[in-house]
Every structure is written in C-alpha cells, then in structure tokens.
C-alpha cells in the first residue's frame, strides 16, 4: 500500500443525506498512524485515489468518530472553569496526567457542570463525498516527519 499526499473537496453529510460540513483539505498524507485514531475508514477508503476522481465513502459511525460513549460526560467544579461560559461551548481541561481535552458544555448545575467529552460526530454514520484535486505518492521525508495527517487535518 503506497501513502499519497491527496488534496481534495470534501462534503460531510449524516446519513438522511444533510450537508454537515463542506472543506477543501490541502497536501494531507493519507496514512493510519494508531490504534486509537478516529476517521481510520475515511483513511482506508481514500487509499489508491486518482487526481480528478469523485468518491462516496460511507463510514459506520464505529470508524469516523466512534460510538457515543455516556462515560466521557462528566460532572466538573464551576469554579475551575471561566466565568462566562454558555452552553454547547467548548471548554479544554487538563487533566491529572498533563493531557489537554476538550469538552462541550451540556448543562449548568449548582456547583458543577455537566461536560461532554464526545466528538460533536461521535454515534452518527458519515458519508464523505470526495472530489480529488492532485494526488502524489508521499516522499520518504514526509512519511517520517508524519506531521500533516488525515486526521489533523480532516473536519476538526
């Protein structure tokens, strides 16, 4: 399996076929990186594209940004978190471990909050329409620098 630097127009629509999203993605190196990596399908799915191609990947939501996984809203203090902040709002705590992640504020409580650490995506079937607008094979250089890949760049 070759690794190709793609740039391309995508359409993100759920499955009822509404627009989520449309972007232009330039100079992206196509290739899976982890175990844990969201949009591993839209990966696979653009392997062996051809400048000028048109393709429908359609991705369960267990390979775009996973199922909706109730553990990962939590319950966090008021008073850690700015003063003015509304609901849906994003909000990035860095946890015990020094790891940053975001989350989206669901509901205010008392004294707490009710955070959502879910990708907006997370539990939906995605479809991508992708128009390829130049495709080259990857150069040594940059499978090993690895810095602009699929998922740092696609959709977030």
Do not use: W
């Amino acid at each position: 399996m070759s690794i190709q630097v793609i740039s391309f127009n995508c359409i993100l629509k759920n499955k009822l076929g509404a627009v989520l999203s449309s972007t232009y993605n330039r100079e992206v190196l196509n290739a899976v990186q982890g175990k844990e990596q969201e949009l591993v399908g839209l990966v696979k799915g653009l392997q062996n594209l051809s400048k000028g191609e048109h393709r429908t990947i359609t991705l369960p939501a267990e390979e775009a940004y996973g199922l909706y996984d109730p553990a990962k809203v939590i319950l966090y203090p008021r008073s850690k978190l700015p003063k003015h902040i509304s609901t849906g709002e994003l909000v990035v705590i860095v946890g015990k471990s020094g790891r940053a992640r975001s989350y989206r504020v669901l509901d205010f409580h008392d004294s707490m909050v009710s955070l959502d650490g879910n990708h907006p995506l997370a539990g939906q079937d995605l479809i991508f329409e992708i128009e390829a607008l130049d495709v080259r094979e990857a150069t040594d250089e940059e499978i090993s620098e690895s810095v602009n890949t699929m998922v740092s760049q696609v959709l977030h």
